[in-house]
Each structure stands twice: as structure tokens, then as C-alpha cells.
Nanobody, 125 residues
Framework: QVQLVESGGGLVQAGGSPRLSCRAS????????MGWFRKAPGKEREFVAF????????YYADFVKGRFIISRDNGENTMYLQMNSLKPEDTAVYSC??????????????????WGQGTQVTVSS
């Protein structure tokens, strides 16, 4: 079965730069576009970043643009989110999601077929 497993979260000081990973199994990773979403306490889950199957197209939510970098290694079946200049408001559970090949950027969570369990990122001030 398809599994997406996130790792790399934890307690980080403001300004820190952790890297999240999302390792996929049970699917042909290079055939899937991928996304990162986050859910903060008391808020709806929101889109963070998108990367197409080849890594040539990326897209970011405005609130992370210039601070976060999404990337992928199809040989390792893994996607990454490099998080820089973290702020306390970045505290959330970060989840990765997969969608079959898409020619366009996908920001709606309903468009993704598979989801990971998420990893908690807590940013202390």
C-alpha cells in the first residue's frame, strides 16, 4: 500500500533552519506531483508548497516564499522541505501529500490522493 512518512520535525528556535523529509513507498514516486501542507492549532490545514514530478516546477504560499525551499530526489523516493528563518507562527503539523502527474500547480488538498501522518514543528521565540 502507499505510504508517505514525514520526518525532521521537532522543537526549533525562531530563526532556525530544519529540513523536513517525506519518504514515499508503494507508488512510482516519479509519477507523482507532491505537496506540503500544514495545520496549526485552531486553524484549517493550509497549502505550503508544491513540486511537480520532475522537480522543474515549484510553487509556494506567500507566507513561506523566500524562506522555504521544496525539492525532491526521485532516486531516493523522497521529497524535502528546507525551512529557513522560522517564525513562531510557523508552528504546525506539516504533512506531505501525493497526486498523480499534474501539468498544473495543485494547491487544493482535495486534489491529493495520498497523505502522510504529519510531523510536528514547534518554533519557540
Amino acid at each position: 500500500q502507499v505510504q508517505l512518512v514525514e520526518s525532521g520535525g521537532g522543537l526549533v528556535q525562531a530563526g532556525g533552519s530544519p529540513r523536513l523529509s517525506c519518504r514515499a513507498s508503494g507508488l512510482t514516486f516519479r509519477s507523482y506531483a507532491m505537496g506540503w501542507f500544514r495545520k496549526a492549532p485552531g486553524k484549517e490545514r493550509e497549502f505550503v508548497a508544491f513540486i511537480n514530478w520532475s522537480g522543474t516546477t515549484t510553487y509556494y504560499a506567500d507566507f513561506v516564499k523566500g524562506r522555504f525551499i521544496i525539492s525532491r530526489d526521485n532516486g531516493e523516493n523522497t521529497m524535502y522541505l528546507q525551512m529557513n528563518s522560522l517564525k513562531p507562527e510557523d508552528t504546525a503539523v506539516y504533512s506531505c501529500a501525493a497526486r498523480r502527474l499534474s501539468a498544473v500547480v495543485i494547491v487544493r488538498e482535495s486534489e491529493y490522493a495520498y497523505w502522510g501522518q504529519g510531523t510536528q514543528v514547534t518554533v519557540s521565540s
